[in-house]
């Protein structure tokens, strides 16, 4: 009844999209490609899609050969303009995705936030002329044009059965696939489980690749005290669908979530309500998780007393690729050739 009432709306929204769109095709707005080798990780729903790990994968695929320089948005900073990332950089200055990709990464690229990709694109270009951009998120940007545009799409919520913002969770239509240079279906089930040429052919209109990816969770990382045998766990994020990460656990272990808004700036009165909670139910096999982007904004608020009694733990994953050769190669091919 929600997404009913919501329709025309998102009617509204989108003849004003298409209206945008149409003047960027027709070049009533300008567009500026990027010269020399830059590659977007994009989508066309809000959030969820998980762009952060694909631009982590680009950044170790092309780091041992190329220079490689990361630009986003920098959402949920407290700044504006152009700022290139450093040791003093904080998550309030640059966000907690740029910031959580910087601290893991930093040895390996330059990292910086613009709101304005194009003023941000010709910073990085004067710092380093031949390196490989990679734009977080601004397959929407259209002021800018990279050289590959890769669009992700959940396995879960396929695109075609999706609607426009505020009924569904669409920033445009699936009709914009049309300016993709590959289709991403990400967090997907394992792969024996599902037909993929099957799934591949319902975007069979846009002559492009499709791909398949999905996470590998590991090991809980102890970040503070440890727990011998860990049996209950609070799940602590402020991510667009936290409801995946129940995924990394098994049936016999118990699982309560805290979730708050993607981008949340963490407060001390966060952390306390979360041991607060916590505390209703521990045991001695109860324990604190979290994700890499939360655990950068929380760190700083745990006090050395918080840190030797509460057990927090990070949960981390890797990519797998149903064909991790064939997009090797594609991403290989577009590097190479420009």
Not at 57 to 64: A, F, K, Q
Not at 230 to 256: C, H, M, R, T
Request: a neutral charge; one cysteine or more; charged letters at 20%.
């Amino acid at each position: 009844m929600r997404r009913l009432a919501l329709y025309p709306f998102s009617l509204l929204y989108g003849a004003v999209i298409w209206l945008r769109n149409r003047c960027f095709d027709l070049q009533i707005f300008k567009t500026q490609s990027i010269e020399g080798k830059s590659i977007c990780v994009g989508n066309l729903a809000v959030g969820g899609t998980g762009k952060s790990p694909h631009v982590a994968y680009l950044i170790e695929l092309l780091s041992p050969n190329y220079p490689v320089q990361v630009l986003s948005r920098g959402y949920g900073r407290k700044t504006t303009g152009f700022i290139l990332l450093d040791e003093k950089s904080t998550p309030q200055e640059v966000g907690d995705e740029a910031f959580m990709l910087h601290e893991t990464y930093k040895n390996q690229g330059q990292f910086a936030v613009c709101e304005k990709r194009v003023t941000g694109v010709e910073r990085l270009r004067k710092i380093q002329p031949n390196s490989v951009i990679l734009l977080d998120d601004a397959f929407q940007h259209r002021w800018i044009q990279a050289g590959l545009n890769l669009v992700l799409s959940t396995y879960s919520q396929a695109l075609g059965q999706d609607q426009l913002l505020p009924a569904g969770l669409l920033r445009e239509p699936i009709s914009g696939l049309q300016r993709a240079s590959a289709l991403i279906v990400t967090k997907c089930p394992s792969f024996d489980t599902f037909d993929s040429k099957a799934y591949a052919q319902r975007f069979e209109k846009w002559p492009i690749p499709v791909f398949f990816s999905r996470y590998k969770y590991q090991p809980l990382t102890c970040l503070t005290t440890a727990v011998d045998s860990i049996k209950n766990v609070v799940i602590v994020s402020a991510i667009a669908k936290p409801k995946y990460l129940e995924e990394a656990f098994g049936q016999d272990v118990g699982i309560e979530q805290m979730s708050y808004p993607d981008h949340h700036a963490y407060t001390q009165a966060n952390v306390n309500e979360i041991h607060h909670f916590f505390d209703t139910f521990a045991t001695a096999n109860s324990a604190i998780v979290t994700t890499a982007k939360d655990w950068v904004k929380i760190q700083a608020l745990l006090s050395p007393q918080d840190r030797q009694k509460y057990p927090w733990y990070l949960l981390t994953f890797e990519l797998e690729w149903l064909d991790q050769n064939a997009f090797n190669q594609f991403i290989s091919a577009y590097v190479v050739s420009n």
